[in-house]
């Protein structure tokens, strides 16, 4: 997993607000959220995952460069 840094997850942080919606188009982790699942960031951890409530329930971590996700506009 790679180390995002001290200003990179305070800019992770500023785009990924608690409430932000985003959409899942891919994950790498072995049980997935299913493409197209929407969920309202909770955080940002201090290693630069985002986690995530899913509206179906899942409560999963996104993890940038690795996974595929963007905002719901």
């Known amino acids: ?13 500023t785009l990924y607000k608690p409430g ?13 959220v299913e493409a197209g699942t929407q969920g309202s960031v909770d955080h940002v ?3 630069g995952t985002i986690h995530v409530k ?12 690795m996974d595929a996700f963007e905002i719901v506009s």
């Open 45 to 47: 951890d201090d290693i």
């Open 1 to 13: 997993m790679k180390d995002y840094g001290k200003n990179s997850v305070a800019y992770l942080r």
């Open 20 to 32: 932000v919606r985003v959409v899942v188009l891919k994950m790498d982790d072995p049980w997935p």
């Open 54 to 65: 899913f509206d179906n329930g899942r409560f999963i971590g996104l993890i940038p460069d």
